[in-house]
């Protein structure tokens, strides 16, 4: 049997205020289901929610790069046993995260050279895919998302090398990237946050002036805007090896993405 209830106004179920609307219940016999508002819980487990801890931690500097994790401390710490967290420190390791050096142990990547170049190579790529994806898309709501994470990095204009404006300059492009509405370079960006993370720290001390900084993502904003692809393109190839010379040095190819690693 199928029983239909009205809904008043007041209800947060409403379409509108003082609408009303018609939600149908199933009974025992079937008939229509009802429109479902409640997303189902999801059950982390806890190699899942060890793995998130040991991310965060790694991503807030908690955990240097090359740093030293042992079993002992961190199962202490997180009061948990050996074995789940021994599967989150594989997941960890299989992420590129952790490394395993033989007879000594699991220690945190250390961000050499090669391995900053390396992470800007995917990053690059991730990147300036989602830019192609947004521009494609052509909703004006994700232009005010951008332009937003803009505004986020304005309020840290006088600390162009401060905490905030690298964890606003993340946001900008974290946000990129989810307006690309690609689950698979949502996947492939998460997966190098963390590192990006650790590299924005280091980045901390290179900037001369906030208004630069914020001024270069005002321009891929802009170029967004106008579906300018080639212009978009380019701004982004160039700002992600601005990043890299700031990191790695001024070396004759130092900004070049497409320079193998000596």
Do not use: W
């Amino acid at each position: 049997m199928t029983v239909a209830i009205t809904v008043d106004g007041d209800d947060p179920g409403v379409d509108g205020p003082g609408g009303r609307r018609t939600t149908s219940h199933q009974g025992k016999r079937g008939g229509s289901t009802r429109r479902r508002v409640l997303t189902p819980l999801v059950q982390e487990s806890t190699p899942a929610i060890i793995a998130r801890k040991l991310h965060n931690a790694i991503a807030n500097g908690d955990f240097p790069p090359g740093s030293q994790l042992t079993e002992s401390g961190l199962a202490a710490d997180l009061g948990v046993s050996r074995g789940p967290l021994r599967e989150a420190m594989q997941r960890l390791t299989a992420e590129g995260l952790l490394v395993s050096h033989r007879n000594r142990g699991l220690f945190v990547v250390s961000m050499e050279r090669d391995d900053i170049r390396d992470m800007y190579v995917a990053r690059t790529a991730v990147e300036r895919a989602a830019v192609q994806q947004v521009i494609a898309h052509r909703e004006p709501e994700a232009v005010a998302a951008l332009d937003e994470a803009v505004d986020a990095m304005r309020a840290f204009v006088d600390e162009p090398n401060g905490a905030g404006m690298a964890e606003a300059d993340m946001g900008f492009h974290q946000t990129l990237v989810e307006l690309a509405e690609s689950q698979r370079l949502s996947r492939l960006h998460e997966t190098i946050l963390v590192e990006t993370r650790m590299c924005l720290r280091a980045m901390r001390g290179t900037y001369s002036s906030g208004k630069e900084r914020i001024d270069e993502h005002q321009a891929l904003v802009d170029a967004i805007a106008a579906g300018d692809s080639a212009k978009a393109d380019a701004l982004m190839i160039e700002h992600m090896a601005d990043g890299l010379r700031r990191l790695i040095g001024d070396g004759d190819d130092a900004g070049d993405l497409t320079a193998s690693g000596s």
